[in-house]
């Protein structure tokens, strides 16, 4: 198994990318630790691991909060003896965070707080509890828009994505002689509870599909086995990516310098 003897922290453990990366890590021995404000869905993922003959506990953590993230790092340790892999995937996608007309200050402030300084907070913990590992994987949820920009309005969102990938990269540079791999996963337009109350209407559906050559949406359980292989050994030689799992749509847009 790939991560077997491995102790993974997944934010955002409870729904979504979450929720499928915590099974799909589990079913390669890794031991999980699933945090997120949502303690019913955390739990749920949490059964759901030991259900399939994992390990895994939950704790609540508000990640832009650093003493929530020191908090859920500690726990890691405290109950498995290590942290091997730090998955920075809890976002929020606010549904009045439009154009820099409209987005109101507070939204902003919101988005950014748990977005970028909730990435920031859990590797300002979990680096150092990594190097006390021996060296690991860290994954920081991104976003195509942060290459692309959105077909739909929403410039808070975009913005903190943009600032996960240049953390990413300066992490990586950083920790690369340390035994400690940093990459950002950006996934495409997917079919997620946090994107379809995102885009709440068929319109809104449709001015995204458009884009996206495979013309679907992209299921959580994609995003997992590409967070598996950034985990993993598979990945040894991997540190500082832009790790597109898109569909194809900034292929079709982007034309490299």
């Known amino acids: 198994m790939r991560l077997e003897g491995k102790v993974a922290l997944i934010t955002g453990g409870g729904g979504g990318i979450g929720r499928q990366t915590a099974l799909a890590f589990a079913a ?65 996608m606010h549904p009045e965070d439009g154009d820099a007309v409209a987005t109101e200050e507070e939204i902003w402030d919101l988005t950014m707080n748990i977005n970028l300084k909730g990435v920031f907070f859990g590797c300002k913990y979990g680096i150092p509890a990594i190097l006390r590992a021996g060296g690991g994987s860290v994954i920081n949820t991104a976003s195509f828009v942060a290459v692309l920009g959105a077909a739909t309005p ?57 884009h996206v050559p495979m013309g679907r949406f992209g299921e959580a359980t994609e995003m997992a086995q590409a967070a598996l292989y950034l985990a993993s050994e598979d990945s040894s030689y991997v540190t500082g990516t832009t790790f597109m799992v898109d569909g194809g749509i900034t292929s079709a847009y982007v034309t490299p310098e």
């Open 154 to 210: 929403q410039l808070a969102y975009t913005a903190s994505k943009g600032g996960v990938l240049a953390m990413t990269r300066e992490l990586a540079v950083i920790h690369a002689r340390e035994g400690v791999r940093v990459n950002a996963l950006c996934p495409g337009p997917l079919k997620t509870k946090m994107l379809m109350d995102f885009l709440d209407t068929e319109e809104k559906k449709q001015r995204r599909l458009v």
């Open 28 to 92: 390669e021995g890794a031991r999980i630790v699933a945090t997120d404000v949502n303690s019913e869905g955390g739990e749920e993922t949490v059964s759901l691991v030991k259900e399939a003959g994992g390990e895994a506990i939950y704790r609540d953590a508000d990640v832009s909060k650093a003493g929530d993230c020191e908090a859920m790092v500690q726990a890691a340790e405290d109950e498995f003896g290590r942290l091997d892999i730090l998955f920075n995937n809890a976002g929020i």
